[in-house]
Structure formats: C-alpha cells, structure tokens
C-alpha cells in the first residue's frame, strides 16, 4: 500500500468525534495520523492500518 507523508486516510471506523478521515504525519514501522475533525494525534502500527484503511483521498 502506498501511503505518504500529507496523503488523508479514509478509515472503515470513525473517531468518536464523527470523523472518519486522517492526515499522514509521519511513515514508517508505524504511523502518525491525525484525525482531520479534532486534531487529536495517534501511532499505528503498519499492519493495523493497511488493515482499516478504507480509500487514500
């Protein structure tokens, strides 16, 4: 899966704020993405996310 750095991530669940769609941050091992309603920031492990990604927007 090729996901970079500013690409925004549509995830099958949605953040408990409502939104579903996440900024890439960093890439590597494992992501940081924040969540493009809140701001809130999390690291995911590569495989977690290659799993839950919906669509690369």
Same mark, same amino acid.
């Given at each position: 899966?090729? +996901? *970079? #750095? ?20 960093? #890439? ?12 809130? *920031? +999390?690291? +995911? ?7 839950? #990604?919906? *669509? +690369?927007?």
């Amino acid at each position: 899966m090729d +996901i *970079q #750095v500013g690409n925004i991530v549509k995830l099958k669940k949605k953040h408990p704020c409502g939104s579903a769609e996440w900024e890439v941050l960093r #890439v590597g091992a494992d992501f940081r993405l924040k969540c493009c309603g809140c701001g809130h *920031q +999390i690291m +995911i492990a590569r495989p977690a996310l290659e799993k839950s #990604v919906r *669509q +690369i927007l």
